[in-house]
Structures are given as structure tokens and as C-alpha cells.
């Protein structure tokens, strides 16, 4: 069965430094990957996902992912925070060809000044 | 093009009382999702309708929660009665095909006091 694992429930990151967040996946077949973030009362917005082809994904916002498959590992990260990226981030996976998410129980990431 | 649509978006009923959601997907889009989010954990899929039709509810509580998809556009989640624990965010999911990107709505917020 799939699983999804995110280290830190919470990290917090001077704005401007390096955000990493981590996301392990547990999966016996190579699955689809997806970053998620979620502001306050609202819903979930993509960041970006991988699905095929090259394994460093860019998304909106200037954050990326990189899919290693050796590490089962799937970690966001941003260059430079800005205090606006302060939410909550899933890590999820579903199967190949198909958007049935399996979440991680997230990240919340605060920014400080 | 518009989102996803939920009502309400706040709910606070007392437990053992009944409940209902309500969810409109993207125009258009086949796949519909209902996922249950309960505070400081990812998303959990309860159900997934394609078109009309059940394709997953193996983690819906059928003795408590149902679901229904007429005319396979618009979709109802109803929890009764309602406990404690059914305390959650519920989001409503939907893409133009199982095998497309999912669009997530804000969310229906119920309280169980």
C-alpha cells in the first residue's frame, strides 16, 4: 500500500533563507508526486507534480521538487522565503494514471521577519 | 472558468443531528472526490463518483456517511448521525478524468458539539 511521509510537523525559516521541506513516499511501483499548499481556510492549491520525463519539477511560486527514486524521496524546496509563503504543505501520491491523492499530514511552514 | 464549489462553508451542529454538503464541480469534469480533513492531518479520500457511478468509497463509514452524484454534476455528502469525531474539513475534489489533474474546492468546515 502506498504511504506518505513529511518530516517536521512544522519548520520555521528566516525570510530569505532556503526552504526544504521533506517528503518520503513509500510506493512498489513508480507513482505520480504532488506538492500542495493550503492558506488558511482555504483549499488545497497545486504547486507542481511529477508524473514523467525529468525527475527536477518546477512550480509556481519558485518553488521546485526533485524526484530521486533511489531515496524514495520527493523534497520541496524554495531559494529564498518570503513572508507569503507562510502555509501548510502536503506531500501526496496516488498511482500511475490516476489523481486518487494518498496526503502526507503535512507541513506548516512559518516565515519569520 | 469557474472552481469548485462548496456550501456551506461553516457548519456547527450537535452530535447525533444530521448534516449535509454540498459540492459543485468544475463544469464539465467527470470525476468527483470527497475528502475528509481533520485538524493536523492530510486529506483522507472518503469517496470517488465517476460521472454517476461509485468507483471508490472502501473508507466511506457507510453506517454514518453517505454520498450520492445525480445526474453525475452536482454531489451531496451527508453524515448521519453526526459524532464527535466527524469534526473536519470536508473537501470536495473533481477532474475531468480519473486520469487528469484534480481541482479542489475551499471546503466545508463542520464543528460537532
Redesign the interface.
Known sequence: AQS?TQLG?HVSVSEGALVLLRCNYSSSVPPYLFW?VQYP??????LL?YTTGATLVKGINGFEAEFKKSETSFHLTKPSAHMSDAAEY?C?VSDQ??????????TRLKVLA | EAG?AQSPRYKIIEKRQSVAFWCNPISGHA?L?W?QQIL??????LI?FQNNGVV?DSQLPKDRFSAERLKGVDSTLKIQPAKLEDSAVY?C?S?AW?????F????T?LTVV
Open positions: 506518505v510537523s500542495y481556510n482555504q483549499g488545497l492549491q497545486l507534480k502536503f501526496a494514471g490516476t489523481y486518487k491523492y494518498i496526503f502526507g499530514t503535512g | 469548485v470525476t472526490y475528502y493536523g492531518q492530510g486529506p483522507k479520500l470517488q471508490d473537501l475534489a477532474s480519473t486520469e487528469t489533474e484534480a479542489f474546492g475551499q471546503g468546515r
